[in-house]
């Protein structure tokens, strides 16, 4: 009989279980514990989801615990502990293992943890309050449809270079839609200590590999478009406040742009997160059928923090502007003032408080595969509410 804190995820085989205390030790049981092994660097009162990094590493070792010889009669258990933020990510992780190793759907993969206890919800990482949330749902929703698009398997994912590339100093950049769109934190006039991006010339030669042919800027002139130009890259400004959402001559001109590329398209603002990842999210919903929920679920698995405060239901009300319906927006008034003047000095904080994605385990173990990434109801911990 299974307990009120356990999900079975494959009958007699693998079960996740969260308690206060570790299970004791039983005859042809094994528990593993992932909770201090794979953490996430919060900007604020964010504590999730995992990035794509932790999700790779921890299917490989899920993978190997079930393949060795040792465990071949055992029963397994991921043990995790009550604490709310630790619950979640285990959660998510073992839902992202259900969908791309064990083909379900995210539906089948929430069904076992149904009767549990609820987790609480996703937030972003501004550093002031709202009341806009993200179910472990909407992350997993977003996670499959990424995978039925292709845009993530064992297989093409590169480890090395996903957690490289995302330390500032490497570029601080990350695929959004693989081979298509690229968020980056913005270029540096010069390098400093302070801050050690790379300058538009030190891009290039990365951006010719990863095969951009154009660069967005969504922020403040920082550094001259020219020093991109000169190297065959087509520059255009798309400017919005920080903080803020885009008008609508501002998304049709993006989408365009997006669509007349050559190639890939690399876009940033100061942090690459708020900005950027919210016109990355109006391409995707049009061009590839995500709603706002899945594309923020999605865009913070491939970069923590993207999508920020107002931004998040601005992607929301996206779902009924592109299917012809006036959207019912939820935002607060503080929100709609931010959507239309800013936060200012948000981006700074954010770039302050931790950087972009710092890794923080080794990938020394994994081999190179390719290039970063190719070509409910209160009873459900996992749904949000209908």
Known sequence: MISNNTAEIIPNRLYWISDRMPPSKKP?????????????????????????????????????????????????????????????????LIGCYQILVLGKTTDEACQPFEQLEAFIPYVDASFQPNNFHLYIEDCLKGFEKAVKLGWFSLDTFDLKNYESMSLIENGGLNWIIPNKLLAFICPANERTSKYPALTPELYTSLFKTLGITDVIRLNNKTYEAERFGRFGFNHTELYFLDGSIPNENIVSRFIDLVDKSQGGVAVHCKAGLGRTATLIGC???KNFGFTGLEFIGWA????????????????????????????????SDEEKFKGKFGDYGQSKRLIAKAGIMNASQSSRDFPKKGLMIKPASMKSILYRKK
Do not use: W
């Open 283 to 285: 391409y995707a919903m």
């Open 28 to 92: 042809n049981t094994f528990y593993f514990c992932t909770d201090y092994q794979y953490l996430y660097r919060s900007y604020s009162n964010d504590f999730g989801p995992l990035d794509l990094g932790k999700v790779f590493r921890y299917i490989i070792e899920l993978n190997s615990i079930l393949k060795d010889q040792k465990h071949q009669k055992s029963i397994i258990y991921h043990y995790t502990s009550n604490q709310p933020a630790k619950r979640a990510n285990s959660a998510l």
């Open 300 to 331: 913070r698995l491939c970069r923590p923090g993207s999508v920020l405060g107002p931004q998040q239901q601005f992607l929301c009300d996206r779902d009924d502007i592109f299917n012809g319906r006036v959207p019912k927006s939820l935002i």
